[in-house]
Nanobody, 126 residues
Framework: QAQLVESGGGLVQPGGSLRLSCAAS????????IGWFRQAPGKEREGVSC????????VYTDSVKGRFTISRDNVKRTVYLQMNSLKPEDTAVYYC???????????????????WGQGTQVTVSS
């Protein structure tokens, strides 16, 4: 079964950038949708972006469009989330997650996802 490990979180000033990585090990790579979620204290987990490993089809939640970019490296079996123009409201624990779908149907609903990483903290503050 696939395991997911996130990295790249940290403290950044407003307007700054961070790149998160989600490395997948075990299981297959193609035929999955890998997503990024975030959860701030006292708030529900929110889908940020996801990408289909086979087609590269990507979707974003409205609040990050134009600022965040998701990408994949099929050789390294890693999905990246490049976050630019960060705002204090982007502060949260960021999780990557995955589910299998050979038709590459993307979704940002947490209940759709079968595997989760441990999370990485992103703090945007001056």
């Amino acid at each position: 079964q696939a395991q997911l490990v996130e990295s790249g979180g940290g403290l950044v000033q407003p307007g700054g950038s961070l790149r998160l990585s989600c490395a997948a090990s075990g299981g297959s790579w193609y035929g999955y949708v890998i997503g990024w979620f975030r959860q701030a204290p006292g708030k529900e987990r929110e889908g940020v972006s996801c990408i289909a490993t086979g087609t590269g089809t990507a979707v974003y939640t409205d609040s990050v469009k134009g600022r965040f970019t998701i990408s994949r490296d099929n050789v390294k079996r890693t999905v990246y989330l490049q976050m630019n123009s960060l705002k204090p409201e982007d502060t949260a624990v960021y999780y990557c997650a995955a589910y299998q779908d050979f038709a590459s149907r993307t979704s940002l609903y947490p209940s759709r996802y079968e595997r989760w990483g441990q999370g990485t903290q992103v703090t945007v503050s001056s």
